[in-house]
């Protein structure tokens, strides 16, 4: 053997070794990765589904009204302030009346003056018709004292009417509570001028509170006069008596106005929300399912992912073995007939006692293997967990 020859071999001999080496320390091939968990939802058929339809309304005073006076005048007094309470006929403001004061002097003189003149003008009536009688006075005399003691007659009555007008004026400076109120409101102090009919009180009747809303659809129909409802007030039950059903339509909104009495001591103030709730039962076929078991297909088809036993074929075999798959996933579209907050009600390619996934769909898809775990629940933020 050549001598420049046995370098070269065991350079080749090293580089072998050095090679096999290498492959005996190379990492096993990757395990295939363990079948996602789902959480099972078990769809059993509905015959009906129940309806809840909420109408909202706001709680008012029964009667609401802005006084002013009739009369203007300038502001003298005004008696009470804002948030009390007070009984009808209470006097809450008055105008000067000085002014009124002096015209009823001068009406009251005017009818004592008047009634003097009436009562001498019929005395002396009554003595030319005595006269009349021995032919001491002429018939036009007696006629001419008949005349004069209408005249008078009539001059005292007006006189007494301007006096009972100037009293009214008076009456009507004052600002009396039309029935047991609550001050709400106060737009004028003392020393102001005001024009006829300006407002300077708002009161509210103090007892008497109702609700007033709007209901569409058949609902109305059940709402008669003197039915018993239930409210919710910002969360605290009360009850209220129907009060009335205004028989006439809105055109835009197609909804019929309806009044309702709060009872006495129902723990509402004016300007609360209430809510009204009706329930009814709808007769129709289907499944409750939960709004996370819900995937949005093509064309607006909503689809849901049933479980089905098995593998997804023979190719396939080894695989689910591998990774622990137990069942596939199968879409089955559905239509939805009507939503609650966390679940619809659908109907579509169910059976009664299909399991689905009931969330999660985000990650998993149709054909996909999984293997069910039950102790996870439906409503599961996640749906799924990975083992």
């Not at 072998?16 to 080496?21: E, G, I």
């Not at 003097?116 to 001419?144: C, M, N, P, W």
């Not at 006096?163 to 008076?170: H, Q, S």
């Not at 309702?260 to 007769?283: H, K, M, N, S, Y």
Request: with cysteine; glycine share 8%; proline share 4%.
């Amino acid at each position: 053997m050549r001598p420049f020859l046995r370098p070269i071999r065991s350079i080749s001999a090293v580089f072998c070794l050095t090679l096999l080496a290498a492959c005996s320390d190379a990492p096993p091939p990757p395990e295939a990765p363990s079948a996602l968990a789902v959480a099972p939802y078990t769809a059993e058929e509905a015959e009906s589904y129940e309806v809840a339809q909420r109408f909202s309304g706001q709680v008012e005073a029964a009667r609401r009204s802005s006084l002013g006076f009739e009369l203007g005048g300038e502001l003298a007094a005004v008696l009470v302030d804002e948030g009390a309470t007070v009984s009808a006929g209470t006097v809450l403001a008055r105008l000067d009346t000085a002014r009124l004061v002096a015209a009823r002097a001068e009406a009251s003189a005017a009818v004592d003056q008047s009634r003097a003149q009436a009562e001498l003008a019929t005395a002396t009536l009554k003595r030319v018709e005595g006269a009349l009688e021995f032919d001491g006075v002429s018939i036009q005399e007696v006629d001419e004292a008949r005349e004069r003691s209408q005249r008078t007659d009539a001059a005292a009555v007006a006189a007494e009417a301007q006096l009972r007008r100037i009293e009214i004026d008076l009456a009507k400076s004052e600002i009396r509570a039309p029935y047991d109120a609550a001050v709400v409101g106060r737009f004028a102090d003392e020393g102001q001028v005001l024009g006829a009919g300006q407002a300077v009180l708002e009161v509210q009747e103090a007892a008497s509170l109702e609700v007033r809303l709007s209901v569409t659809g058949d609902v109305v129909d059940s709402l008669i006069k003197g039915a018993r409802v239930e409210l919710d007030i910002d969360g605290r039950a009360a009850a209220a008596t129907v009060g009335a059903v205004i028989a006439r339509r809105d055109l835009r909104t197609r909804a019929i106005e309806v009044i309702l009495e709060l009872d006495d001591g129902a723990p509402a103030r004016v300007g609360d929300i209430a809510e009204l709730r009706f329930d009814r039962t709808v007769r129709d076929t289907g499944f409750w399912v939960p709004v996370d078991a819900l995937t949005e297909g093509a064309r607006g088809v909503w689809n849901v992912l049933a479980v089905r036993e098995g593998d997804r074929g023979n190719s396939d075999t080894e695989a689910s073995k591998r990774t622990g798959a137990t069942h596939v996933l199968e879409r089955r579209p559905v239509e939805i007939i009507y939503q609650e907050a966390d679940r619809v009600f659908v109907r579509g390619a169910l059976e009664d006692g299909d399991t689905i996934v009931g969330g999660g769909l985000h990650r998993v898809v149709a054909g996909q293997g999984v293997r069910i775990a039950p102790q996870l629940r439906a409503e599961n933020d996640a749906g799924v967990e990975t083992p």
